[in-house]
Structures are given as C-alpha cells and as structure tokens.
C-alpha cells in the first residue's frame, strides 16, 4: 500500500490542532494507518513536527499568494489574506503554539518569508494612512496570527460559525489597527 505523504500530514494537523498532545498511535489512527507505517515516514514526534512545519507554512504561503497582497488597499488585501487563510488556520494555530519550532538556529526561513510580506501590508496600510503608525507593523502581524489561531480553534470548538470567520477576525483586527482621525 502506498502512502500518501500529504494525507498523511493533513490529518496529523487536522488532529494535532485539535489535541496537541495526540500521541503517535492517535496521530497513526487519525492517518487511516499503522503506527510502524508513520514511523517510517516520520521517526519520531519531532520529525512530525517539522515536516507539518514545512508543510503548514507553505500552505499559509499558499493562502499569502492567494490575497494578492499587492492589489489595491492595505484594508482589502488583509480582509483577503484572513479568508484565504482559513482552511491552513488550524495548522497555523498549531504550529505558532510549538514552542520547539522557536528554538535554537534551526528556525525554518519560511516563517522569515511569511513574517515579512505580511509586515510589509501593513507598513504599506500605514503609509497609505489606512493603518495607525503607532503600532508596529510586526506586532500587527503576530495579532494576525493570534487572531487567525483564535479564529481556528473557536471554529473547531463550534463557538464561532465557520461562515463568520473572516468577519469576526477581519473586524477585530481592523478595529484596533485602523488609524483614527484625531478631533480637535
């Protein structure tokens, strides 16, 4: 029997975004397949991890390219960035919590990439005077992310309508980052 490699890792994610703490053989069932099998494909937890990593950020990558970050405003394009983001957002709420993925030199220079071309929307939302300036463009992005995260497991848990995702995250966020105009 063959395996498919990105099955494989879609369920690991789907279920270890839901339990972080799902053992190998629960990771194994969730795959439709033997524990030795996982194995040889992933020698242990932490290669799981990584290879969910690569896998994850290069879906979010994926969702990135979809919102086409340059096109019109800042405000539009983060509204698109959060739809697209939706089917990864469990992965990403996985993998922003895995603290191992943050340690050491070894840090994937996917999160790098990504990091970048979503700061760089909101300094152009800045510049362009959409999004307030006293806020940096870095903690704008890892609030993304923490939204995104939140809006994942609140959709897992059945406490917010997957139809009300990107709403509910989009508006969140442009609320606090919007730059307001200063009465006198």
């Not at 839901?18 to 937890?45: P, Q, S, W, Y």
């Not at 290879?51 to 340059?70: C, I, N, Q, Y």
């Not at 919590?97 to 340690?103: A, G, I, R, T």
């Amino acid at each position: 029997m063959t395996v498919d490699r990105e099955q494989v890792l879609r369920s690991a994610g789907a279920l270890l975004s839901r339990k972080a703490t799902a053992t190998m053989d629960e990771v194994a069932r969730a795959a439709g397949i033997g524990r030795a099998t996982l194995h040889r494909h992933f020698a242990g937890r932490d290669a799981l991890v990584r290879a969910l990593e690569d896998f994850g950020l290069g879906e979010f990558e994926s969702a990135v390219d979809a919102a086409r970050l340059h096109e019109g405003d800042a405000t539009g394009a983060l509204r698109r960035l959060v739809t697209a983001s939706q089917p990864a957002s469990g992965l990403l709420a996985f993998l922003t919590s895995e603290n191992q993925l943050f340690e050491g030199e070894d840090l994937n220079e996917g999160w790098s990439r990504i990091d970048g071309r979503i700061a760089e929307l909101f300094r152009r939302g800045q510049e362009e005077g959409d999004f307030r300036i006293d806020l940096s463009a870095s903690w704008l992005t890892e609030a993304l992310y923490g939204l995104i995260s939140a809006g994942a497991w609140s959709v897992q848990t059945g406490r917010l309508a997957a139809n009300d995702y990107q709403f509910m995250i989009a508006e969140l966020l442009l609320g606090g980052c919007t730059r307001r105009s200063v009465k006198e």
